[in-house]
């Protein structure tokens, strides 16, 4: 049902007492901007490779099970032979370096999430982006923990009335298409709903409750020299050819 | 698949940091607008909607690769200004979990928001000559269309033909050191022998039976959705989209 298992992540992030999930947002989102840097600005495939493991072995050492993480962040995979496809040379090392690409840098945002609460991520995104933006940011996260247990109640609904039949694509794509629209008519009846809530409990223009962005040397030093040294790495090698 | 979102690394640098910056001027144009006196009672209708974008994602329409995004309701319900927003809080939270690039966001913006914007101009443009869920479906495949031939446009412009020109045309550089910076086979970024045709072939190929499905989920969830609450697809003049 939950093609991008938001949900597992956020309870990874939120759930886990890890050195990683105790270091600093803004440690991470720093280790995460550089790893995503040195993963566009590299040609070589043995630092993407550390990149990607380096990405696996914090998962594996804040117990976050790296294989299913793996498994979530390997979906841009699909869109990168795409461009492997239109882009094929006859050599081995094009595909390995964009596929390499794609997945070092999702597993890296992943890697992310995975040890982050959402609202420490959100609370640091928002600061540079524009209010309504960053406000938004944070009901729509909400929003699709809510949705995502309707339409899988409308589904199930759907499943047990008949309503989707393996044989009968047509009739299923009809009935599919009325419960998104009768979970779209419950989505925006609640957030009308909620408008109110939100009024009653004194909404003033502002969701986000960002916390601290560091936490304490000892704990954010890692991820930041990690971030450093890939970075480093990457602009030392494609430079220095 | 009805849609791509461009993962990381498979564009050159100034391609994405181009489209990050034009959908950030974008953006804060949209949130200029959006953020008029009823500011408050917009936001948890672009959130939910935004999520409801989300969560259709997650559903497989056919057991395949193949689901909506709903990109034109988006931009029904919202209009242009919060629907360009949603799009690129879609596609922010997407590439956090993973599905897409984040240094594509601002490329994939342009591109859901293209089809956004062009999901709301085009039911505009029917609505009052057909149904609401034929118009809506209409819109739909015609908006698919426009966000595949961006995206089609995108990578052109990456294409090696693109950056000759390019080159020739700013820098003045020689036909005889074009060539000789030329990397050998596997040696360069990985980009620079995108092939546009290839790429249109193979987009439009997988992505038509895409776009037909989107048209007709659309067109049913419209029309589901005007008979029900009408005001939410413009019919009545309670709502209207910003």
Known sequence: MNRFNIAIIDYWSTSGRSFLHRAGPAAKVMMAACF????VITRQIPLLAIIYTTCVLLLAAARVPPLKVMAIAAYPTIFVLLFVISAWDGTWTTPARLFGRALAGALTLVTLLATTPYPRVFGLVSRVLPRIVGEALFLTYRAVFVLLDMAGELVTAARVRSGLQLHHPLVNLRNLSAAMG?????????????FDIMAVRGYSDHVAAPGRPWNSLATDILPIALGISALAAAIILRWNR | M???HVPDGVLPVWLWLSGAALAAAIIAVASRIASGPDFRRRLPVLSMTAAFMIVAMSIPVIPAAYHVQLAAVAGIILGPALGMIAAFIVNLLLALVGHGGITTVGLNTLIVGSEVVAGWAFFRLFRAAVAPGVAAGAAAFLAMV?????????????SPQARTLHLHEMLAVGETEHHAAQPEPGAGPGYENLSTSRFAALVVGLGA???????????????FAAGVKPDLVGLA?????V
């Open chain 1, 36 to 39: 995503v840097a040195a993963v």
């Open chain 1, 182 to 194: 009768a979970l779209l008519i419950h989505a925006i009846d609640r957030s009308e709903r909620q």
């Open chain 2, 2 to 4: 009805t849609h791509l």
């Open chain 2, 146 to 158: 426009i966000g595949a031939v961006i995206m089609i446009g995108v990578v052109a412009l990456a």
């Open chain 2, 209 to 223: 039976v895409g776009w037909l499905l989107e048209a007709l989920v659309t067109g049913l969830i419209v029309r």
């Open chain 2, 237 to 241: 003049a309670v709502h209207e989209p």
